[in-house]
């Protein structure tokens, strides 16, 4: 089974960081693309950042993110993860791992979510 | 960036009824490789949001045929045959052709 498991959500000052994790089972992670979305409390879907899979590493950032966040991968542990810095209250959200990309089809697996709170 | 403008923004349906929801995006969402990504999310309540229908009208497994995707170009649709309880919560239209990725505002769906 197919499954992505987000962890790494927090309650965190303005300015701080955090990092979060995205372990993948029950497909072959390597070759992968993976993205990650958020969700700002009862609002819409906003894709955040991608990273391609196999071959050369490309990485993709929302305007809204970039320069503060990281988007990274290790296939040796099937994991994603997502550096956050110069956090903002904006970033509010929950924030879903989703595999997929244009060539084996946008986010067809979704992870729970896990919840990242900017606040003093 | 692709603008995604869903309408409407709330259908209040009636059990086993049709539904309809219309996606437009600000530019064509033909990729170079004569693709369209144009993708359907469904987003039931307190839930993940489930990929539905990718490509304009393939439909995920699993889905159930009373979904259907249709369109072209920048002007595309979900419709639901007929109704049920279960298929209460938000739907996203969502454009992979052109970067930044980005979604429609949500449509809420909710029985009458």
């Known amino acids: 089974e197919v499954q992505l498991l987000e962890s790494g959500g927090n309650l965190v000052q303005p300015g701080g960081s955090l990092r979060l994790s995205c372990a993948a089972s029950?497909?072959?992670?390597?070759?992968?693309?993976m993205t990650w979305v958020r969700q700002a409390p009862g609002k819409g879907l906003e894709w955040v950042s991608t990273i391609s899979g196999s071959g050369a590493v490309t990485t993709f950032y929302a305007d809204s993110v970039k320069g503060r966040f990281t988007i990274s991968r290790d296939n040796s542990k099937n994991t994603m993860y997502l550096q956050m810095n110069s956090l903002r209250a904006e970033d509010t959200a929950t924030y879903y791992c989703?595999?997929?990309?244009?060539?084996?089809?946008?986010?067809?697996?979704w992870g729970i979510g896990t919840t990242v709170t900017v606040s003093s | 960036d692709v603008v995604m403008t869903q309408s409407p923004l709330s259908l209040p349906v009636t059990l086993g009824q049709p539904a309809s929801i219309s996606c437009r995006s600000s530019q064509s969402l033909v990729y170079s490789d004569g693709n369209t990504y144009l993708n359907w999310f469904q987003q039931r309540p307190g839930q993940s949001p489930r990929r539905l229908i990718y490509?304009?009208?393939n439909r995920d497994s699993g889905v159930p045929d009373r979904f259907s995707g249709s369109g072209s170009g920048t002007d595309f649709t979900l419709k639901i045959s007929r109704v049920e309880a279960e298929d209460v919560g938000v739907y996203y239209c969502?454009?992979?052709?052109?970067?930044?990725?980005?979604f429609g505002q949500g449509t809420k769906v909710e029985i009458k």
């Open positions: 029950g497909f072959t992670f390597s070759i992968s693309a």
């Open positions: 989703t595999k997929g990309g244009r060539s084996s089809g946008h986010m067809d697996v």
């Open positions: 490509k304009v009208s």
């Open positions: 969502m454009q992979g052709t052109h970067w930044p990725w980005t």
